[in-house]
């Protein structure tokens, strides 16, 4: 059923119900495969589009490729079985066959912090040789405000001949979810935002979301809006990171402790400082304020806190490194003769994905420096380990410890949150030593452990 022959909220939703609309999600990822299952469960007929053939003849073959996401297992089972899902390497095709096209394809930064646009222009190139009349396309990757009618709009139209608003909806919404938790995240935790090309679009965009999205659906007035709000989003958060970044180098300065600081100051209501730490990784925080920071139509602005928030943020994984400096003075040691184990490759706490996570940052720096170089992380393999960071990959917290003078903790694993130290600083030699880069330890248990301590922000 092609929704743009529908005005009515009611018999959209039963289309779809009923599995009378086939919906192709573009980048069948770790956002786009839980997109894919939640519209599958529902009854849509899906179809998860992917260039990577691997993924695809795993999802035809009835298994989930992305594993570790809340719901995901389950939900994949039932739409399999249901015969709600397959998954096609034929994006052309897919686009043909069918009623919506919803793009989820990463956005990432080339050397020059600006967007690399090809492997979206190329998706939406095919999906515009296969636009029908009453087709709908979406777009949920987020992208710098005007990049939608600017930049896709023209492409879909040149490829099908049809016109944007009168022969094919065209909208945006963003994807506004954490990994680990995506379901829950769409369907019970935010309201889904909508934005089309006229008001036609947008109000059928919020009979589509509407059957998913148990909060609601907001509808923006236009699309711009809606990819400067997923931008702004993600710029606040950086700049409140970079704020209390900052803070915690004032505290070192100060020899006060950051985190008792903290504690005490977010007691008054309208004071809520985030935790410092060893700086900011994943798909989006590190990159959405470069959409707007190199963004053709804001020239001329002189954005002062949004550039130093990310001057601040890029910054701390080379003061961990500088801690590391400092703390192998108190070990009379060097880089040639430390034995150094890295715990953490993740970007964030019990999520395997390491995308911009400060790890990579500081693995790269010391591994042509240190002799003794590991890492350990719960999610990850040591072979994975080794073909991401290229240093040895151990596969147990024992490993970790065993004859380490040096342990620098990077990511805020639950298993590091909750860690017996007391148990394990046998394995460590002697007059060793702890990094803390994401606030896991009180400074005062680690040194009447006969350990070292060095933190970001941290008063010994």
């Known amino acids: 059923m092609k929704l743009l022959n529908s005005y009515k909220k009611e018999e959209i939703q039963k289309a779809i119900e009923n599995g ?12 786009g495969l839980p997109v894919a299952v939640i519209f599958g469960d529902v009854g849509a007929n899906v179809i998860a589009v992917d260039i990577d053939k ?22 994949f089972s039932r739409c399999y079985k249901k015969g709600n899902l397959r998954a096609s390497t034929d994006l052309v095709k897919s686009a043909s066959e069918a009623d919506v096209m919803i793009v989820i394809v990463p956005t990432i930064l080339n050397e020059q912090k600006l967007m690399e646009i090809n492997p979206l222009i190329n998706v939406f190139e095919n999906i515009g ?26 492409i879909l139209e040149q490829q099908s001949n049809l016109k944007a608003g009168k022969d094919f909806g065209l909208g945006f919404s ?51 809006t809606a990819e400067a709000m997923k931008v702004f989003e993600g710029i606040y958060r950086d700049v409140n990171i970079g704020l209390a970044n900052e803070l915690a180098l004032i505290a070192e300065k100060l020899e006060i402790d950051i985190m ?12 809520n400082i985030l935790i410092p730490g060893a700086g900011v990784g994943g798909h989006c925080i590190p990159v959405y304020p470069y959409f707007i920071l190199n963004h053709e139509e804001i020239k001329g602005l002189e954005l002062k806190i949004i550039k130093a928030a990310r001057q601040v943020n890029e910054y701390m994984p080379y003061h961990i490194i500088e801690l590391l400096e400092e703390g192998l003075k108190d070990l009379q040691k060097n880089y040639e003769s430390v034995n150094l184990t890295i715990m953490g490759l993740a970007f964030r706490g019990d999520v395997k994905e390491y995308r911009n996570s400060p790890t990579l940052i500081i ?14 992380d719960p999610l990850f393999s040591p072979d994975e380990i ?7 990959g151990v596969d147990s917290l024992e490993n970790a410890f065993r004859d380490s003078d040096c342990l620098i903790f990077l990511t805020d694993h639950e298993l ?15 007059n060793a030593m702890i990094i803390d880069g994401r606030q896991l330890f009180d400074p005062k248990n680690v040194i009447k452990l006969g350990i070292h301590f060095k933190g970001v922000g941290r008063k010994i």
């Open 174 to 224: 963003p994807e506004r979810v954490f990994s680990g938790r995506i379901i829950p995240d769409i369907v019970y935790r935010y309201p889904k935002v909508v934005s089309g090309i006229n008001q036609k679009t947008t109000n059928i965009m919020a009979s589509l979301y509407g059957l998913i999205a148990q909060k609601g659906v907001i509808c923006l007035s236009n699309i711009r």
């Open 129 to 154: 040789k296969g636009l029908d009349v009453g087709d709908l396309v979406i777009l949920e990757s987020t992208v710098p405000p005007n990049f939608t009618e600017q930049n896709i709009k023209p």
């Open 54 to 75: 691997e993924l695809v003849d795993k999802i035809n073959n009835g298994i989930n490729p992305i594993k570790n996401e809340a719901e995901l297992d389950e939900r």
């Open 20 to 31: 009378d609309v086939t919906i192709a999600i573009y980048g069948a990822g770790k956002v």
């Open 386 to 392: 080794q073909n991401i960071l290229g240093i040895i």
């Open 363 to 376: 693995v790269n720096y010391l591994k042509e420096k240190v002799k003794n170089l590991k890492c350990y």
């Open 416 to 430: 590091f949150k909750t860690l017996d130290l007391e148990k394990y600083v046998k394995y460590l030699n002697k």
């Open 260 to 271: 008792e600081l903290i504690n005490a100051a977010n007691t008054q209501p309208f004071s």
